[in-house]
C-alpha cells in the first residue's frame, strides 16, 4: 500500500494538569489551563510517521477538529513527521458538545475528500475517556477496523494488527482501506526536535469548517452535570481479625 494516511490528532488538558469543575457544574475549567496533544494520538502520530520512513505509506495528514488553538497540536504533529494538516473549525457551543460520534463524520468525510486508504487513531482520548470514535469512523465509512493495536505491519493491500485484549494477545489481518487505533504499547513517540519544530511552521495547514464537509454538529447527548469525585474517608487500622469483623459489621458492610 503506497496511499494516504489520516491521523486524528485531539487538544485535551495537559496529563499533568489537575482537572477543576466549573463552578456551575457545566464542565471543567478550561481557560489558562495548559493543553498538549492527546498521549494517544502521539503514538498514533508515530505510527504513521514511521510506517512513511519505511516508504509503506506516501503522506501523512494529521487532522484536528476544535478552535484555533488546535493548530498548535497540527503543528506538533507536522514537527514529529506529519506532512501536511487539515484544521477543521469548530467553535463555541459547539465546541462544548462536539462528541465522538460529530468527530467520526468529519473523519469519515475527509477520508472520502482525501482519498486515504488508512485512518491511525488513539484508541482514547485521556479528557472524555470514550474510546469510540475509531469504531465510529469504520462503521460510517463501512471499512474494516483493528483496535487497540500494540503492533501494525502492511502487508501488500492488507494490515496485520496485533490487539490488546483481556485475554492476551490476537493478531488480525484486515483488508484497507482500514481505520485502526493505537494503544499504549504500539510505540514510543518521538521528541520533536528544533530543527524539525521550526520546518513544521512552513508545512501548509488547511482550514475548513464542518459545513464544507456536509456534516451536521447537532448533538444527540446532554451533559446535566459534571462534579467532581467524592473524597475518599480516611481508612483505619485493626490490630486482628476479629476487629475487623467487628468494624465491617458496625459499618453494616457483613
Known amino acids: 500500500m503506497s496511499g494516504r494516511v489520516l491521523v486524528g490528532v485531539k487538544r485535551v488538558i495537559d496529563y499533568a494538569v489537575k482537572i477543576r469543575v466549573k463552578p456551575d457544574n457545566t464542565g471543567v475549567v478550561t481557560d489558562g489551563v495548559k493543553h498538549s496533544m492527546n498521549p494517544f494520538c502521539e503514538i498514533a502520530v508515530e ?5 512513511k520512513e519505511k516508504k509503506l505509506i506516501k503522506e501523512v495528514v494529521a487532522v484536528s477538529c476544535g ?11 507536522l514537527a514529529m513527521g506529519a506532512d501536511r494538516g487539515i484544521h477543521v473549525e469548530v467553535s463555541g457551543k459547539d465546541y462544548e ?11 469519515a468525510a475527509l ?14 482520548a485521556i479528557d472524555d475517556d470514550c474510546n469510540q470514535t475509531g469504531q465510529m469512523t469504520a462503521a460510517l465509512l463501512d471499512w474494516p477496523q483493528g483496535t487497540f493495536a500494540s503492533e501494525v505491519s ?50 501548509k495547514i488547511a482550514n475548513m469548517k464542518p459545513a464544507e464537509l456536509g456534516v451536521d454538529l447537532t448533538s444527540r447527548l446532554e451533559v446535566l452535570k459534571v462534579e467532581e469525585p467524592p473524597q475518599r474517608q ?11 469483623v467487628s468494624k465491617l459489621k458496625e459499618a453494616g458492610r457483613i
Do not use: C, F, H
Not at 488546535?70 to 503543528?75: P, V
Open 97 to 107: 458538545t462536539l462528541g465522538p460520534l460529530q468527530v467520526s463524520k468529519i473523519l
Open 154 to 203: 502492511l502487508e501488500g493491500d492488507k494490515v496485520k494488527v496485533v490487539r490488546e485484549i483481556d485475554g492476551g494477545l490476537e493478531t488480525i489481518k484486515i483488508n484497507t482501506p482500514a481505520v485502526v487505533t493505537a494503544d499504549l504499547r504500539l510505540n514510543t513517540p518521538r521528541y520533536a526536535t528544533l530543527p524539525n519544530i521550526m520546518k513544521a511552521k512552513k508545512k
Open 47 to 51: 505510527e504513521a510517521v514511521k510506517l
Open 67 to 77: 478552535p484555533q488553538q488546535a493548530q498548535e497540536t497540527i503543528r506538533t504533529a
Open 111 to 124: 477520508a472520502k475528500k482525501e482519498d486515504a486508504q488508512l485512518i491511525i487513531l488513539g484508541k482514547q
Open 234 to 244: 480516611a481508612g483505619v487500622k485493626v490490630e486482628t481479625v476479629d476487629d475487623l
